[in-house]
């Protein structure tokens, strides 16, 4: 592809004492969109029509399409060099989703016309074959450099280590790196070899620079923490564009990171989730292709940004045969219920309760006295008032079904010090629970953080005793090693992975106890 050759009328001022900017390059990027096709609410599931009247909503493929359009043809009409990148996981998180398996995301993706993706763990969700359908629709590279795909017949070949795009007479380097601990976060199947992230950039970036590239990003997913340190461990970097765990930069929001953080000479950046904002990243080089300046921010795609017409009436037409599912009220809630990550990935949440009771309920004439869901497969807020089965899905898009087994009460604590081994990450892993306490010390190391666990016996909780055998219910992601619940596939017993979906049985037990009243009750303590 090949862009305008003149410096855009947006370059950076460059300071004085520093050589002229030869050559700017805007950055316009996504990640972590999770399949929210249609506009999301404040809580990061679907907006409705109401809302979108009333001016609520956010994000959307039409919202990201406008701005990416207009920036780019603002940009290119001034002469300036611009590219679109993704960060990783389109797939995952909506009706959209489980329905049409990638094939919407990829024709939006097509529509909005992005230049190249990086893999994102949700991609391997539906195994290889999920990944390897999307890949052979879009004309796009879609790109991992870190995994070995040599014993794959599925993958080998579609999914490249990097990418070359030729912008404004230069060449641009796009490499990338998917979290190592995606084998246990979703399911890539043993085919797929996972190389370390570090090693596997040092080996792309020295590829790319005996080719004569002198510019390169590294368009990754595996969260800012290891963002920052990729970006200081690994030399000829000149930019880290980055996915995985949702974080926010902003130079207007509080409580966000800088955009750019800059680490030592190389900007770090990111732009949340769920298409709510649009990063704009400038990189200004000089003669010798080094990076002088870099400067931008997080765009906010609210109600101020009108969506694309074409596609809201495509995207509309597939919503079509899912609408009536969507909208169909299961019940009504007195509060809205938090399931936002930071919460739900952290400590006792609203959701984590909802879900976890609801599982214990529906199992507990099977002798099941303990639940334990993961904080990662809760992905939506529900706000007061009639909850929809949509609402449902949003925060459980999973298609996991009840997962019934019996295990020691030393498989227990081990599986809560699995959920509490990368609590200052805000991994998945975090333990909800019900019929169940325990206490958590983040100041200790990981193994040995887990103390106080009790467990309910008739009305009252007793300490939890490591021999005895206990009846446990979570979800078959879990229950099969996900998450790096590793010790209830190895230790469990008489387990039966194939309950009713875990939505289902939320959106009974919401109705149930309807108009449901959204609570924590102190059962899992967290000492910082």
């Not at 097509?110 to 993706?117: A, F, L, Q």
């Not at 599925?154 to 790196?177: C, F, Q, R, W």
């Not at 979703?186 to 797929?192: L, Q």
């Not at 953080?449 to 078959?476: C, H, Q, W």
Request: charged fraction near 20%.
């Amino acid at each position: 592809m090949r862009f305008g050759f003149l410096v855009s009328a947006a370059s950076l001022a460059i300071p004085a004492g520093m050589a002229h900017a030869d050559y700017t390059l805007h950055v316009l990027h996504t990640n972590d969109l999770h399949s929210r096709i249609e506009s999301v609410n404040k809580y990061d599931s679907n907006c409705n029509a109401e809302g979108e009247a009333k001016g609520e909503c956010f994000g959307g493929v039409a919202r990201v399409a406008t701005k990416i359009t207009a920036l780019r043809d603002e940009i290119r009409a001034a002469g300036g060099n611009v590219i679109v990148l993704d960060a990783g996981d389109q797939f995952q998180g909506s009706l959209m989703y489980t329905t049409y398996k990638g094939a919407v995301e990829a024709e939006m993706m097509e529509k909005i016309g992005y230049d190249v993706m990086a893999v994102g763990n949700h991609e391997f969700d539906d195994g290889p074959d999920g990944l390897r359908a999307f890949t052979n629709t879009v004309s796009f590279p879609v790109i991992s450099g870190n995994l070995d795909l040599s014993r794959s017949n599925t993958l080998n070949g579609l999914v490249k280590n990097h990418a070359v795009l030729e912008v404004g007479g230069e060449k641009i380097g796009i490499i990338s790196v998917l979290a190592t601990d995606t084998v246990d976060t979703s399911s890539p199947g043993p085919d797929v070899v996972f190389q370390d992230e570090a090693d596997s950039l040092r080996a792309d970036v020295a590829a790319l620079t005996a080719e004569g590239v002198t510019k390169i990003i590294a368009l990754t997913h595996v969260g800012v923490k290891k963002d920052m340190a990729l970006a200081g461990e690994v030399a000829g970097l000149d930019a880290v564009v980055g996915g995985h765990s949702h974080t926010k930069f902003s130079n207007t929001e509080d409580g966000a990171m800088a955009y750019p953080t800059m680490v030592g000479a190389v900007p770090v950046v990111s732009a949340y989730a769920y298409s709510k904002y649009l990063g704009h990243l400038v990189l200004s080089f000089d003669d010798e292709g080094t990076l002088i300046k870099a400067e931008g921010d997080t765009i906010l795609l609210d109600a101020s940004v009108t969506p694309d017409a074409s596609i809201v009436a495509r995207v509309a037409e597939l919503a079509g045969p899912i609408e009536e599912l969507k909208a169909r009220v299961v019940a009504e809630t007195q509060t809205a219920i938090d399931g936002d990550r930071k919460s739900c990935r952290a400590a006792e949440c609203a959701m984590g309760n909802l879900v976890a009771e609801a599982m214990l309920d529906r199992a507990r004439d099977q002798g099941v006295t303990i639940a334990v869901q993961n904080g990662g497969g809760l992905r939506a807020s529900i706000d007061a008032g009639p909850v929809t089965m949509g609402e449902v899905l949003s925060v459980l898009p999973f298609q996991n079904t009840l997962s019934t087994f019996q295990a020691k009460g030393a498989t227990l604590v081990a599986a809560l010090e699995n959920g509490a081994s990368q609590w200052e990450e805000g991994a998945g892993r975090f333990a909800q629970v019900a019929g169940m306490t325990y206490t958590l010390d983040t100041k200790a190391p990981a193994g040995a953080r887990i103390s106080d666990v009790m467990v309910k016996e008739g009305d009252a909780f007793v300490p939890i005793d490591l021999e005895k055998i206990y009846g446990v219910v979570t979800n078959d992601y879990v229950r099969k090693g996900g998450d790096g619940f590793k010790m209830f596939g190895a230790d469990g017993m008489n387990a039966y992975d194939y309950g009713p979906d875990l939505a289902d049985v939320t959106a009974e037990y919401l109705a149930k106890n309807a108009p449901y009243a959204a609570f924590t009750d102190g059962r899992i303590t967290i000492k910082q």
